[in-house]
């Protein structure tokens, strides 16, 4: 073999090997636009959201909806749209900055919210939406008692689990601050036979 071609496969082999680690490179830096900006993928570990969601599913975070995060920063990109009643937010549980938490989204700043007779009241009507007259909620907690009425400081969130007699939420250690929101929950993407739109 002469030496020029012996050249030209190593310049080939180079050649090779730098597209490989380019196209590793650029599908990092998009899965970690991805993940930051867009969407990111959660799994459930605890029953505090059944029947909704069950330890194991395996769950898409729409990150865009809200306004993300810019990393590293204490800024967001603006919102497409504000939280609701009965959405079902991700955010970064208040008294562990280590930890993510989801729940649902039941009052926001300036309302009023009761727990009576296993009904939620949000300034004093009762949450009569299929998401909520269909479960019992327990009063529980500092921020739950019976005959308490709370309400939601400024950009806050008042938040609960779908299964409230098993849940760590605002009951317990109260609001979310709107700069802790990762998300909105969209989809259960696993296991196949849980596979759904989240509502």
Known sequence: ???????????????????WIESIVVAFILAMFIRAFLVQ????????????????????VNKLIYGAKIPFTGLRL???????????????YPQDTKKDFIKRLIATEG??????????????????????????????????????????PKDSFFVMGDNSASSQDSRYWGFVPKKNLLGKAILIYWPPQRIRIIH
Request: proline share 5%; aromatic share 8%; hydrophobic share 40%.
């Open 41 to 60: 993928a959660f799994k459930i570990p605890t029953g505090s959201m059944r029947p909704t969601l069950v330890e194991g599913d395996l769950i898409l």
């Open 1 to 19: 073999m002469s030496i020029r071609k012996s050249a030209l496969r190593g310049v080939k082999k180079r050649s090779a090997l730098r597209e």
């Open 78 to 92: 603006p919102a497409l749209q504000q939280p609701k009643r009965g959405d079902v937010i991700v955010f970064i």
């Open 111 to 152: 309302q009023t919210v009761e727990i009576k007779n296993g009904t939620i009241y949000v300034d004093n009507k009762p949450l009569l939406d299929q998401l909520f007259s269909q479960r019992y909620y327990y009063n529980r907690g500092e921020f739950g008692a019976e005959d308490e009425k709370i309400v939601v």
